[in-house]
């Protein structure tokens, strides 16, 4: 009985080996999958990168580190690569910490939102009805809606904001779109044949939604995921440009606004570039990586 | 069903969704702790706050003071603005048309401007032109708007001194020193409309490009196509009668999808080009806790965007006669 159990679960262990290697193999196929995951993996490591600065010297942290030398705005020195800003502080260690957020940001929201919709899309496909019904309505007065006016509406009425507020309020908007493209999945395989006979056997609802379908919608899923970080990360830094963010997280979009406010937008290009590129270039990176993904997802897209 | 009839079940559905919002709006700033934050500021004078307290009714029970508020919504009634002490609407009012203006002239041209692009990239396909634009598109697409709006004010307005840095009126034609004519008060709001337009609509246009190129690279492969080449039909006339036609399709569906992006594009470009519309209003009024000002302009601009996408609803079914609902 031992051993049996052991086979098995060597094959199901083999099973999901080789199914990462042939994921692998389909997603290599696609050259800017491929870029973008390079991308990813450059600004993860800086990411990891903004604890060194810090410990170097005290004048390096982003937030409260200022230079007692300089103790204004100035352009790139030896001390300072990128700069500084307008009270001093190191503009590249803030660059670092900037994409920590930026990630942490981006992929927090996009797997909260894509959870939800994940969730809401297997039971509303799958159960129909009045749940279904209102599921759907709230997400389409949700997906008419513009965020960001919803997201000042909310946050005026909260008074001030954290960066866990932004995030959280990110994936509330994010789910609807995901829900639904996951409801139309789950509406055509619950018609299949093995669906079928798994109700014929006897299986609960919970079991065949969670074993027998969702399986099947993960991969879609995971292509919402990334195309909804790239949304996330523009998204958090529009808000934290118009004001709306959490002033004591260094974000991309915070020394943005930080350039904006404090009326350096025309004399600093060392201030207002470097920011506006990071996001530029790791939302793309995101949104390659979807479109590496998409080929797996849709057959169609294959080369033949 | 007819397509009055399909329009009127969405306009019934765009009251009932204007509805829901007002009452979320109403609770989440009621349910506040304080004293009923919405409606009276601290810094208002005894005799204001008791006026304001009556006309809401707030020494009322909740249920009578919602009752209150949906009876002052639809007498166009929003309160009074903590910071510029005026009505509400009155104040609003002026700040819709410069919106409208904006999004609707961008929207419009994006469209225009990704149909084509979209169409013609597609038709020469595989090519120097489909690989420089396909990633052209996909920075556009994600590029902060802001970022973009801030660099391009940088280049023409500050170092090439070609158009105005903000705002929407020049202060001296519209009756500061002299009251200039129409053609040159519309001129004016031309040039101060030219760099925002130009951002507003490079930020939106990618996206209909690329959906443009990929639906037309599906049509392609259609047997009707290859039909039309062997009917020996002029190329011009396959790729805009019989391919552009039918591959605008999802471009369409996009259009009322993709307002509510197009929507947050437009209000990050009117605060970075100061323009006077109901997105920079909400903004400054939701950072300084002006509530009635902040909750009108929600509930404005929510209307504005339910007609935005009715229209785009309305021309789908117009376009597409499949569409029955």
Redesign the interface.
Known sequence: MTSLLHTEVKTKWQRRKKWVKNTWMLFKKSKVGVLGLVILAIFFVLALASVIPPKINEMYIPLYGTDPEIMGISPPSLRHPLGTDFMGRDLFSQLLEGAKWALIVGITAATAAVVVGTVVGLVSGYSGGIADTLLQRTAD?L???????II????????QVSIWTVVILIALLGWPGPSKVIRAQVLSLRERPFIESATVSGASSKRIIFRHIAPNVLPLSFLYMTFGV?TAI??E??LS????GDPSTVSW?MM?QWC?TSGN??NA?YW?LP??LC??VL??SF??IGIGTQQIVNPRLRER | MSLAKFVAKRVLEIVVTLFIIATLVFLLFRLMPGDASSVVAAKMTPELKEILRARFGLDKPLWQQYLIYVKNLLHGEFGTSFYWEGDVFDILKARMLPTVLLFTTGTLLAYALGVNLGRIIAWKRGGKLEYGSTLTGLFLRTMPMFWVGLLAVWVFSYRLDLFPVGGMKTPEIWGATVEAGLLTKILDVAYHLFLPLTVYTLAIFAGNMLLMKNSMLETLKEDYITTARAKGLPEKKIRDHHAARNAMLPVVTALSLGMAFSFNGSILTEKVFSWPGLGRTLVEASLSHDYPLAQGAFILLAGVVLVAVLFSDILYAYLDPRIKY
């Open positions: 007065i997906l008419t809606l513009p965020g960001i006016p000042l509406v909310i946050g005026a009425a909260l008074g790239t523009l998204l830094a529009g440009f118009i004001g709306m979009g943005l904006f937008t025309f290009p207002l920011p506006g996001i530029t939302a793309l949104y390659l």
